[in-house]
């Protein structure tokens, strides 16, 4: 009897740690909505005016302070359009981009990112990570290697601002969680990006 009360007394504990870690961690429903409140925070403290749209206009003027929402869920200023034209699928893209926190507006640490000293290749469309090194140099900055990231694919985000951009453009983006890296969408977060030096060929 000792002994069955021992071990009825154990299970019971490990079966109110089991429900004790259950109740603490958070369901996908709160995660999310912890991440809206973090992206309606950056907004309301960086005074970001939204404006809501299925696409930008070719004509459109960005403000200092004005970002197109679009039903993806992407946020994007056009600081620089660039000159020539969009890219259209099948070419490949080169890109520099780099990652910021919503919540310090501290930079992440990122291979592909830091200081936006290195380069990104894909091919439009796809968004298949280009692996082939290219001699290629524009301006000054040189494309001689790219790193490879655990994704295989651009994130998404970054790929649809891209089709707004041409050579040299540059903008900004609040990137969600659902068209985010996969590590943004492991810890349902999401992040600022700046893109810039966007090459097409």
């Known amino acids: 009897m000792k002994i069955s009360f021992k071990i009825l007394t154990t299970f019971a504990l490990?079966?109110?740690?089991?429900?004790?870690?259950?109740?603490?961690?958070?369901?996908?429903?709160?995660?999310?909505?912890?991440?809206?409140?973090?992206?309606?925070?950056?907004?309301?403290?960086?005074?970001?005016?939204?404006?809501?749209?299925?696409?930008?206009?070719?004509?459109?003027?960005?403000?200092?302070?004005?970002y197109y929402l679009l039903p993806s869920g992407l946020y994007i200023q056009i600081v620089e359009k660039g000159t020539g034209e969009k890219p259209e699928v099948g070419d490949n893209v080169l890109f520099r981009y780099c990652t910021f926190s919503l919540e310090d507006s501290r930079k992440i640490a990122d291979p592909t990112s830091a200081n936006l000293t290195n380069a990104v290749e894909f091919k439009y469309g796809s968004g298949l990570y280009c692996a082939i090194e290219n001699d290629y140099d524009n301006n000054n900055y040189s494309f001689h290697s790219y790193y490879v990231l655990n994704d295989l694919y651009v994130i998404r985000g970054i790929q649809e601002a891209i089709g707004y951009l041409r050579y040299d453009g540059a903008a900004s983006l609040i990137i969600p969680s659902a068209i985010g890296s996969a590590n943004a969408q492991d810890y349902v977060q999401a992040y600022r990006y700046e893109i810039r030096n966007i090459k097409i060929y």
């Open 14 to 66: 490990l079966s109110l740690c089991v429900l004790s870690s259950c109740k603490k961690g958070e369901s996908m429903s709160e995660k999310r909505a912890k991440e809206r409140k973090s992206i309606e925070k950056y907004i309301s403290n960086n005074e970001i005016q939204v404006i809501k749209a299925d696409s930008i206009p070719d004509d459109a003027v960005f403000g200092e302070k004005d």
